[in-house]
């Protein structure tokens, strides 16, 4: 009887260290909470040519008729950037394209020699 409580007492302390029999732990890479923030480079070309345009000024109201897209598409395109890049607003969606380099600071000289209206 004594022989039987020590080995459910190493069963015990396996368990108590691995785990119960059976169920492995995930890996904490292989948990969907785990999502990392996501690089610039996981723009895709079409976000990467809306986010130069707000870089160069332009609203919703003017990518949309410079893109052949409806505004909800233009804000849609604006939104999903701001969520892959985690940031809450225009600034600083423009802020971690420019720490991506994603766009270049001299892209503000190009924009005040153009004539017209963004």
């Known amino acids: 009887m004594l022989a039987e409580k020590k080995d459910s007492g190493a069963g015990n302390r396996d368990v108590a260290m691995n785990g119960p029999v059976g169920r492995q732990r995930p890996a904490p890479n292989d948990s969907p909470a785990a999502v990392t923030k996501r690089r610039p480079e996981d723009l895709t070309p079409r976000e990467l040519e809306?986010?130069?345009?707000?870089?160069?000024?332009?609203?919703?109201?003017?990518?949309?008729?410079?893109?052949?897209?409806?505004?909800?598409?233009?804000d849609t395109h604006r939104s999903n950037m701001m969520k892959k890049l985690r940031v809450c607003n225009t600034a600083q969606l423009l802020k971690a394209a420019l720490e991506g380099?994603?766009?270049?600071?001299?892209?503000?000289?190009?924009?005040?020699?153009?004539?017209?209206e963004p």
């Open 101 to 116: 380099d994603l766009l270049q600071a001299d892209s503000a000289a190009r924009r005040s020699g153009r004539q017209g």
């Open 50 to 74: 809306i986010l130069r345009l707000i870089w160069d000024g332009y609203t919703n109201r003017s990518i949309a008729e410079q893109l052949s897209i409806s505004m909800k598409t233009a």
